[in-house]
């Protein structure tokens, strides 16, 4: 099952507001640059900031949360489960942006 990354959620925003760099798109949500080697890496990301992130990009912030979730999940099953939301979540943004 391949899923979004928090990464291309940075992008998102990126591009969304035309910002120049990832830094300063981390800057936008109020994160420092450690948090971008972090996310570029494969991390995941703090509640909070997958809320500011999802108001950024103004869409549902359990998307965000569960893909930021199965990223730090240690257990299989629970990853598993993280990423199927975050896929129902994505899919029925998606539909209703058409």
Do not use: F
Request: net charge positive.
């Amino acid at each position: 099952m391949t899923m979004q990354t928090i990464a291309d959620y940075i992008e998102e925003l990126r591009k969304l507001y035309d910002l120049k760099s990832y830094y300063k798109a981390m800057a936008y949500i109020g994160m420092g640059p450690q948090g971008w080697t972090k996310i570029r890496s494969g991390g995941g990301i703090s509640e909070k900031n997958a809320i500011r992130l999802a108001q950024a990009l103004k869409i549902d912030p359990i998307e965000i949360m569960a893909v930021s979730n199965a990223l730090k999940a240690e257990n299989n099953e629970i990853k598993m489960i993280w990423l199927k939301l975050a896929k129902e979540k994505e899919e029925k943004r998606k539909r209703t942006e058409q």
